[in-house]
């Protein structure tokens, strides 16, 4: 390919170099286009804009791709753990055994709250969203922990992300606690970083709880297959945040909102609460109509994907995944038979083959989680939770980055040309 792009608006020509990666699409650089041309670029939702250098994760859409520093996630999850994952997002290198080893017994040192802190949940009502605890905590803990919001001190950020990444368990499990009015479970750091979520979550202080080591590997896979996802809306939100200077705290609680959403990380608790509906395999045509009806705001949840256009390698992973808990649980749900079916018709359907529309990581995360024991209002909580590692890793990313800058797209404005204010009495 060419090294320079021309743009020509009448007779005025300007070249614009054009960037290339290690891997992927190559880059138009257009940062001077608006002092030589007075033009923007127009594109919403950023569909074909790369707004960052990024070394952590890559995706091909097409071929069902997915590498995080270069190595496929369906490798990651088979063979890896969640704590190796964050290393190796965190620092670029699979960690040795020692390395690995003294990354999660520091992880395993933050892992408590502020006593204070543990106060805040009894200000939230009883049937509070986990994930409106989630936005409240996490952004609190910048008043808890002054000696790690220096984001110019390469220390402060490596100790904030250390916190963020070993506390989010305990706050996520303490949310659930306070929602089903059970005591809050303290961390036990002589689990693994799962293991020890489990335990917080679903033991209670009158017995002792013994982890399950098929949901522990199933549920450390789905951290795994959550831990970073490119530049998302929400890891976008985070270094849109970030770029302004904003503590670390803050920024993944601006994530934290952002993944909310039933488009984004909402969709898992969206897509189980659909297959609920559903009901039964012979309901499924009816569903399978309405989401392709123009008329009918209905769509299949758990199916698209903005990136994603031949199939999400996330799922083929989850899919393998919900049997192994079903059977050490010896769970038998309907819904997962409403799953399968659904699956298969909607990929023999022409309206979805057409418009590439497949099952993504959340058409049967929810299953799994379900089963495990989770409600569903805890699954965005479960995702953010493992997007926390992608998150801080993008962040420290851009900081790192000489030719940061905070962000500020522009805008077609459609509004009123100026005109005079007029008095409220002459209107
Ligand atoms: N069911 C029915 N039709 C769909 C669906 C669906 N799930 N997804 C897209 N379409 C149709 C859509 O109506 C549109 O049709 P047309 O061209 O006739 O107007 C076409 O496919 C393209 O849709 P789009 O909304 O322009 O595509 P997008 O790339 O902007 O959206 C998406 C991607 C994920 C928001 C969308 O597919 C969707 O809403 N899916 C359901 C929600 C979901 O499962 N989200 C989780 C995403 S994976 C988790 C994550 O990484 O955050």
Redesign the pocket.
Known sequence: MSDSASLKIGDKESGYPIRSGSIGPDVIDIRKLYAETGCFTYDP?FTSTASCDSALTYIDGDEGVLLHRGYPIGELAEDSSFMEVSYLLLNGELPSKDELDSFTYTISRHTMLHEQLMQFYRGFRRDAHPMAIMCGVVGALSAFYHDSTDIADPDHRRISSHRLIAKMPTIAAAAYKYSVGQPFVYPDNSLSYTGNFLKMTFGVPAEPYEVNPVVERALDRIFILHAD?EQ??STSTVRLAGSSGANPFACIAAGIACLWG????G?NE??LNMLREIGTPDKIPHYIER??D?NDPF????????VYKNY?PRATVMQKTVREVFDALKVSDPVFEVALQLEEMALNDPYFIE?K?FP???FYSGVILSAIGFPTTMFTALFALARTVGWVAQWNEMISDPGQKIGRPRQLYTGPTQRPYVKIGDR
């Not at 039933?262 to 990380?265: E, I, L, T």
């Not at 769509?299 to 903005?306: A, I, K, Q, S, V």
């Open positions: 939702g996802h998302n809306a039933p488009a984004h990380g969709a969206a897509a989401a392709k123009k769509r299949l949840m758990g199916f698209g994907h903005r999400d418009k529309l993504n990581v959340d």
